[in-house]
């Protein structure tokens, strides 16, 4: 009876156990987005302060999320993470997958560059558990993740118009085109947003995302 009771509590903690770990790697995974073919993943748009000083305002998640930075410099720059997972993993619909990870002003020139005034600003959102350290402390145990690698893009700034970065399968491009009229008022660029926001997350998406905000809190 006794060594009945340790294996059904043996299996229990095993049990748990592992539904623990498919959650964190869950909620590691939801820091990225899934690639499909090419997709505007960022909307960039810039006022002039004072020589080589830019505010720069960027809309991702589909419009969802916007933020603004200051940055230095005559170019702009937008990094992202790749990732791509093993060639099995494919079958079960594990398609290669982006975030964002960094915007900052770069100058054209190289001595400027090294001389001058420079900041960057991380656009990877917060999370307890990062995918790719996981991967890496698995050693020859990982069995899920392939490869990771990074993509940029940067474009000389120009205020009266509007750049968009798009992800392709290989990385990042992007493309810009005039703005439309924008109000500036108290010192701030006034945007008109005219789409509504993306749709909102899954069940598991949530679920996963719940269950990283408590393990922060918890730590």
Known sequence: MRLRRLLKAGLFFTVVAVLGAIALFSSAVYTYSVLTDEQLIAELRFQNLAESH??????????????????????WRVDAEFLKWKNWALLFGLNAQYRLSRIEGRYSIIDDQNSRRNLAHSLTPESTFDLVSIADSLGRWNFLVDTTFGSSVFQDIDSSRIYRVFRTQSGLITRSELAPEVAVGNGRLVVEVQRACGSEPGVWQRS??????????AL
Do not use: K
């Open 54 to 75: 830019y505010r720069v305002f960027i809309d991702s998640d589909g419009g969802c999320v916007r933020r603004e930075f200051d940055i230095y410099g005559d170019q």
């Open 208 to 217: 996963v995302t719940w269950l990283d905000q408590r393990i922060t809190n």
